[in-house]
């Protein structure tokens, strides 16, 4: 199973520069090692089985929220602080996991161009002015152009 997970996870991006209004992108390997790091501490349920039996991590988000959920715990005095390590990997997750968020808005705005959706209706169904809507476009229009070369894209979800 691939899902957005995977995006900038095979994509190299080793010292690229930070995407337009974005925070830099860590190394894949980075990625890798914060997934394999959170997983064999937060995996829980099925998450935990398919570590142990595939060693296949824990999607990201579940990784950010269970950092989260020990913190919210913690602060209810039902645990410890999560470590700085935690915390640390899961900032790297969520990094990722923005970058791919910007590259699958990218990709949207392009297919509703493509689709004939004018900027006006496509600020109406973001709920932003007509300004705002094209200064997003042009914020992540660059991304298109960065993974002109990549191979075909993973689509969240995708199976």
Do not use: F
Not at 19 to 38: N, Q
Not at 110 to 131: K, R
């Amino acid at each position: 199973m691939t899902g957005i997970n995977d995006d900038l996870g095979s994509r190299d991006t080793a010292g690229r520069d930070a995407p337009p209004g974005g925070p830099p992108v860590s190394a894949p390997e980075e990625v890798r090692a914060a997934r394999v790091y959170l997983t064999s501490r937060h995996a829980t349920g099925l998450d935990e089985l398919l570590w142990e039996a595939r060693k296949r991590p824990m999607p990201d988000g579940a990784a950010v929220n269970a950092v989260i959920a020990a913190s919210g715990q913690a602060r209810r005095g039902a645990g410890d602080a999560p470590p700085p390590m935690d915390v640390a990997a899961a900032l790297v997750l969520l990094s990722a996991l923005r970058s791919n968020l910007d590259l699958a808005e990218a990709r949207l705005l392009d297919t509703a161009q493509v689709s004939g959706i004018g900027i006006e209706q496509l600020a109406a169904i973001l709920g932003v002015s007509v300004e705002e809507a094209e200064e997003r476009r042009g914020r992540l229009e660059p991304l298109l152009d960065e993974c002109a070369a990549l191979p075909s894209p993973r689509l969240i979800g995708q199976v």
